[in-house]
């Protein structure tokens, strides 16, 4: 299997869980996590566990950015479809 930030495993992922790629979310700490999941249609939050990872998880296209775990319930909420 290949690794990210081929979007193989994100899909392969959805497919045995049964879900939908677009009512997915990635919750990940590298640009490949990011990266990854742009390519897999499933939305991301970037968890920036050092300061110096924010802004090039907003540059990669994070949805969210967060750099606490604390946040990530919040962050999962607030980006859930209607």
């Not at 392969?12 to 990011?34: E, H």
């Not at 990266?35 to 998880?57: C, I, L, M, W």
């Not at 949805?63 to 859930?80: F, P, R, Y």
Request: aromatic share 2%; glycine share 10%.
């Amino acid at each position: 299997m290949r690794m990210k930030p081929n979007p193989e495993p994100i899909l392969r992922a959805t497919q045995l869980l049964g879900i939908s790629p677009a009512r997915s979310v990635l919750v990940g700490d590298s640009l490949s996590d990011i990266e990854g999941s742009r390519a897999a249609g499933v939305r991301s939050v970037g968890y920036a566990n050092r300061p110096t990872k924010a802004d090039p998880f907003r540059g990669a296209g994070a949805d969210v950015v967060i750099d606490s775990m604390g946040q990530l319930a919040e962050a999962l909420i607030a980006n859930t479809d209607s």
